[in-house]
């Protein structure tokens, strides 16, 4: 069983930055790959972006590739979302999900486990 509570999330101007963290519990952390979703309003939850359980591989959305950056630390079983140069568009609740597996999957449903969600909201 992995626990999945994310913060971080916040009202910013576009253009600026937000560091979205997620903290996990249970002995499964390390050996999954985590992910970034979100959902906006009256949309379906799409995939922003994975990390293997190592750290080692990521993957990115299109829409966020070059603006944001995945990360975890297995010591402090965290992965965080630094988020840089945000559009009105990134506007939605973000969620941390956790995948018991080696590869990076991209789709919502390979993923176990999930927290609340944080809402970020980006300001025109």
């Known amino acids: 069983q992995v626990q999945l509570v994310e913060s971080g999330g916040g009202l910013v101007q576009a253009g600026g930055s937000l560091r979205l963290s997620c903290a996990a519990s249970?002995?499964?952390?390390?050996?999954?790959?985590m992910g970034w979703f979100r959902q906006a309003p009256g949309k379906e939850r799409e995939f922003v972006a994975t990390?293997?359980?190592?750290?080692?591989?990521?993957a990115y959305a299109d829409s966020v590739k070059g603006r944001f950056t995945i990360s975890r630390d297995n010591a402090k079983n965290t992965v965080s979302l630094q988020m840089n140069s945000l559009k009105p568009e990134d506007t939605a609740l973000y969620y941390c999900?956790?995948?018991?597996?080696?590869?990076?999957?991209?789709?919502?449903?390979?993923?176990?486990?999930w927290g609340q969600g944080t809402q970020v909201t980006v300001s025109s």
């Open positions: 990390v293997s359980w190592s750290g080692g591989i990521t």
């Open positions: 999900a956790a995948a018991r597996t080696f590869a990076v999957p991209t789709t919502a449903s390979d993923y176990q486990y």
């Open positions: 249970g002995r499964t952390f390390s050996s999954s790959a």
